[in-house]
């Protein structure tokens, strides 16, 4: 079967399709969320007819990986210093789509004071920030955006927030900057909030080719592994706890009107479709 072949019809109808830029399987650990983003990147840039024009630049975790599944350009940078490479990289090519692929402790350690002063600046990048709370490449170590009391490997007692502090919004953080023109935090959690995220990831490339500033969108995933969870189990966590303490949702997107709002944790979620 090739790349791009229908897979299923249905009364001469084409339901489902593999995007043509994802190039090869994923070899992700069972139940990860990257492999759905990654096909949501795929996607969108293939309907909005700019995956020949696109750069991808990668960052160090198991996000690195991105450009061994999806035929894009793509240049390597070292940890957390993506936004800064993919700045260089549009300055000079104007004309491209560059985007940043990169998980929470490559994006909010190490990374924090790129991701910020890009922001700031409003470069006329996109982010692609997959959020599963953990160092899921290294051992499974306490990241920025581990939960309050999360056991992992470096906090085997759990996040205990008077010594190692409160979990990082990021995608809040950020869209109070003026320089970002789109801001917004999607799940994989199911079909319909996958769904929700695919439009959220279509937006932020949109805000881009209008040449408009910054645009990030988080995604909530999992990582079984990392978590000492099944794939089953890590999926019911991820709907229920970590969208409890990480709201989705849109954060910002200027060019719409939406001004930038701050969801309380806990309340209800609002649809990362919310002001399209």
């Known amino acids: 079967m090739t790349v791009g072949e229908p897979l299923v019809e249905q009364e001469g109808r084409t339901v489902y ?3 043509q830029l994802l190039s090869n399987p994923t070899s992700y650990c069972p139940g990860c969320g990257h492999g759905i983003v990654h096909r949501l990147v795929a996607e ?3 309907e909005l007819g700019v995956g020949g024009k696109t750069i991808l630049v990668g960052s160090v975790g198991c996000s690195v990986f991105a450009y061994d599944f999806l035929a894009l350009d793509s240049v390597e940078s070292p940890h957390g210093r993506a936004p800064a490479v993919a700045t260089g990289v549009k300055r000079v090519r104007p004309d491209r789509v560059v ?9 909010a350690a190490i990374g924090t004071a790129e991701i910020v002063h890009a922001a700031a600046r409003g470069e006329r990048i996109t982010v692609i920030f997959v959020n599963n709370g953990i160092y899921g490449m290294t051992g499974g170590q306490m990241a920025p955006t581990t939960l309050a009391g999360q056991q992992t490997t470096s906090s085997p007692r759990g996040r205990d ?22 801001a917004a935090r999607g799940s994989v959690a199911d079909p319909a909030l996958v769904g929700k995220t695919r439009a959220a990831i279509r937006r932020a490339f949109e805000v881009q080719l209008e040449d ?23 999926m019911e966590r991820l709907r229920t706890t970590v969208m409890d303490a990480y709201p989705v949702g849109t954060f910002v997107d200027r060019a719409r009107g939406i001004a930038p709002s701050l969801p309380t944790p806990g309340a209800p979620h609002r649809s990362v479709t919310e002001g399209f």
């Open 17 to 19: 399709r593999r995007p």
């Open 44 to 46: 969108v840039l293939e």
């Open 99 to 107: 985007f940043t692929y990169q998980g929470d402790g490559d994006l």
């Open 161 to 182: 927030v008077a010594t190692q502090g409160y979990p990082l919004p990021v995608t809040e953080m950020l869209s109070l900057l003026p320089g970002v023109q789109y």
């Open 212 to 234: 408009r500033g910054f645009s990030i969108v988080e995604v909530l995933s999992t990582c079984p592994v990392g978590w000492g969870l099944t794939p089953v189990e890590a």
